[in-house]
């Protein structure tokens, strides 16, 4: 079974950079590309990066993701309060034929 | 933009259909798919289905159960839930793939919610 791990939770000061990590268990999934999704509260997700590490139009550029090997990472630079949420790491498992989520990582800003 | 409907309160072991419209853009062309999220809990994938119907797909916590499905002619995919347990209570979201299933799906509705009680 795929399995992505994130920390469950992670924090900054505004103006910081945090950097959140998705791990993938299984080789399944290593060579597909990740998506990270941001959830504010009672809200739905919202893509922030597709294809590891690009941006859909409007996303700010504080925003970056990266991918190597079977790691991920989402980075957040210039951190604002309104960056508080819960943020999840996405992949397709060709193997499975399904998506899989990472458990998601809460984020404060102090 | 996505906008879902049919959540409500289902006893376990009974039936539920939910309905997600389309508009704004060329559904037919899309890939769909389900994604629940528990109260409290992270995002949960259910089911997928390609553009055009032809391939479905399925978590293996709601095989035999759920079925996906879809009306091109009415901008609508549906979600027929049976035989409901009180784990599939959450807020079902659908959401729109970029054409394949295999592509991240972005955007999504606002969520349906589904109650399992007795």
């Known amino acids: 079974q795929s399995v992505l791990t994130q920390p469950p939770s992670a924090s900054g000061t505004p103006g910081q950079r945090v950097t959140i990590s998705c791990s993938e268990g299984s080789s399944n999934i290593a060579s597909t590309s990740v998506s990270w999704y941001q959830q504010l509260p009672g809200a739905a997700p919202k893509l922030l990066i597709c294809n590891n590490h690009q941006r859909p139009s409007g996303v700010p550029d504080r925003f970056s993701g990266s991918k190597s090997g079977t790691s991920a990472s989402l980075a957040i630079s210039g951190l604002r309060s309104e960056d508080e949420a819960d943020y999840y790491c996405?992949?397709?498992?060709?193997?499975?034929?399904?998506?899989?989520f990472g458990g998601g990582t809460k984020l404060t800003v102090l | 933009q996505l906008s879902e409907s049919g959540g409500g309160l289902v006893q376990p072991g009974g039936s539920l259909r939910l309905s997600c419209v389309a508009s704004g853009f060329n559904f037919g062309n899309y890939a769909m798919s389900w994604v629940r999220q528990a109260p409290g809990k992270g995002l949960d994938w259910v089911s997928g289905?390609?553009?055009?119907?032809?391939?479905?797909y399925y978590a293996d916590s709601v095989k035999g159960r759920f079925t996906i499905s879809r009306d091109d002619s009415k901008s609508t995919l549906y979600l027929q839930m049976n035989n409901v347990r009180a784990g599939d209570a959450a807020v079902y979201y659908c959401?729109?793939?970029?054409?394949?299933?295999?592509?991240?799906?972005?955007?999504w509705g606002q969520g349906t919610l589904v109650t399992v009680s007795s």
């Open positions: 996405a992949a397709w498992d060709y193997s499975m034929l399904a998506w899989v």
């Open positions: 289905i390609s553009g055009g119907g032809t391939q479905t």
């Open positions: 959401a729109r793939h970029n054409v394949y299933t295999a592509n991240w799906p972005d955007p």
